[in-house]
């Protein structure tokens, strides 16, 4: 009995042990001094058939007896590859380290890729739980390889992109028209048209990230077109962005003033006439002149030119979706489901094709502020 006893000891310490190690969850951590930690991603055209080319932008831990331990290295790797999986395989055989993206605050996608068609390079994000979901995905002027290039030298460049793309894109409220990997997630599931904001390359002397525009995406990730900076600025208006932007018009005067837009507000109805949607677009907006100006006295016949100036604008760029980049209006699909949801229900699948071709009316009410403090 007492070694039937003492047996029954052995094993259950065994057993103990057995969970304590389980409990640990250490099996497949890595050191930190294991870890590559990604803050920036970058997809080319490969320079070869069937390939890509991959740039990370990396913060390395340092660690041991260097003089340089404990601090954190940041450096650019390039991969081609048919795969972003396959190129983080070779990034990692060739560092020695594991690639993390817990940390990841940039996708971009370079113009040529853009233009080919981009979306089968996402999959791996959007099946990789370890990748953050608030990242920002944009695309750039020339090569994204190029763009990482040319702010090599600042240790923070994803993070100031993405700090500008959402600024610029949600400033004051309303749908934002910057893009992150969330919602380009739910975008491509819902079979959506979309855009993709545009970052400029530095320049000589200019420190500062600037937005270029947008690019223009149908419902199936093909590339479809370019966006203005004008334009994108009147499809933050239409999304609900109430302030923070620059618009030049014509307010009656003898050239062109530029103005900030302050407090806005934009509303739309939805109507099916002859089974169709029509649409109305509201929009009431403040701006401020941008031009070292002052004149306290503006005509009412001034902010008439400019609301007049700017609807003309509007229908301008809702022709150009229809007619150049096959998409309708930004917002229409938006309103259609929100106002008539079960005329949309009824019509998902050609809900796309109804709002490109719906009829469009915009109503714009300006009023302009010379100096002063705005509040």
Excluded at 15 to 25: I, N, P, Q, R, V
Excluded at 253 to 264: K, M, V
Aim: charged share 25%.
């Amino acid at each position: 009995m007492n070694h039937i006893a003492a047996l029954r000891r052995m094993l259950l310490a065994a057993a103990c042990g057995l969970l304590l190690m389980l409990t640990a969850g250490c099996w497949d951590d890595a050191e930190i001094n294991g870890r590559a930690f990604v803050l920036g991603f970058g997809m080319d055209e490969g320079g070869r058939a069937g390939e890509s080319r991959f740039t990370f932008e990396l913060a390395i831990p340092v660690s041991g007896e260097s003089v340089s331990s404990g601090t954190i290295e940041y450096t650019l790797c390039t991969v081609d590859a048919v795969s972003p999986g396959e190129a983080i395989r070779r990034l990692e055989k060739d560092l020695g380290r594991q690639v993390n993206f817990e940390q990841i605050n940039l996708i971009l996608v370079g113009e040529g890729l853009a233009r080919r068609g981009f979306l089968d390079m996402t999959g791996y994000f959007f099946n990789r739980a370890s990748v953050r979901r608030q990242s920002c995905i944009a695309s750039c002027e020339g090569s994204a390889k190029e763009f990482f290039s040319a702010y090599s030298s600042r240790k923070a460049v994803s993070t100031d992109a993405a700090i500008a793309l959402q600024s610029y894109g949600s400033q004051g409220g309303g749908r934002s028209v910057s893009m992150n990997l969330h919602s380009l997630f739910r975008t491509v599931s819902n079979a959506q048209p979309f855009l993709l904001l545009r970052l400029s390359p530095a320049e000589k002397d200019r420190a500062f990230i600037s937005i270029s525009g947008a690019a223009a995406f149908g419902s199936a990730g093909e590339f479809q077109g370019l966006y203005s900076p004008d334009e994108v600025e009147l499809i933050r208006l239409l999304c609900g962005c109430r302030e923070g932007g620059t618009l030049t018009l014509n307010d009656g005067g003898t050239a062109p003033r530029r103005f900030r837009t302050g407090d806005s507000s934009c509303s739309g109805k939805c109507e099916i006439r002859g089974g169709r949607p029509e649409f109305l677009i509201r929009l009431d907006l403040l701006l401020l002149p941008d031009t070292g100006e002052h004149s306290h006295d503006i005509p009412p016949a001034t902010e008439d030119a400019a609301a007049a100036a700017l609807t003309g604008r509007l229908e301008s760029l809702a022709a150009r979706c229809r007619n150049e980049l096959g998409t309708p209006a930004p917002g229409l699909l938006d309103i259609l489901r929100q106002r008539q949801p079960e005329w949309y229900d009824l019509h998902e699948e050609r809900a796309e094709e109804y709002c490109r071709q719906a009829k469009v009316r915009f109503r714009v009410r300006c009023k302009i502020v010379e100096g002063g403090i705005i509040q």
